[in-house]
Nanobody, 123 residues
């Protein structure tokens, strides 16, 4: 199995940027497709972005398209989420997750989860 640890969250003003990292230990990250999800207060967790094992396939929620970029460095066992033009509605706890399926936008396909990192965007 794989253990995931997110970092890079924080407080940023609207229009600003943050880069989240998800470091994996245990099994090599290249064995998994990866995803980012987020959960805002009082709301259900939602899909943000996903990337295939090789990094050739990517997907994004409509709400973040054109602003967020997912990437991975399998040599470093790390997945990233570059978040630009942040909006107050991006405020949430962001989770990275790993799945043995080739590629998925669906939360229930993901077996391994990090503990989350808080992102707060002030207006």
């Amino acid at each position: 199995q794989v253990q995931l640890v997110e970092s890079g969250g924080g407080l940023v003003q609207a229009g600003g940027s943050l880069r989240l990292s998800c470091a994996a230990s245990g099994r090599t990250l290249s064995s998994y497709a990866m995803g980012w999800f987020r959960q805002a207060p009082g709301k259900e967790r939602e899909f943000v972005s996903a990337i295939s094992r090789s990094g050739t396939s990517k997907s994004y929620a409509d709400s973040v398209k054109g602003r967020f970029t997912i990437s991975r460095d399998n040599a470093k066992n790390t997945v990233y989420l570059q978040m630009n033009s942040l909006k107050p509605e991006d405020t949430a706890v962001y989770y990275c997750a790993a799945t043995i399926t080739p590629f998925s936008d669906y939360e229930h396909d993901y077996r391994y989860w990090g503990q989350g990192t808080q992102v707060t965007v002030s207006s």
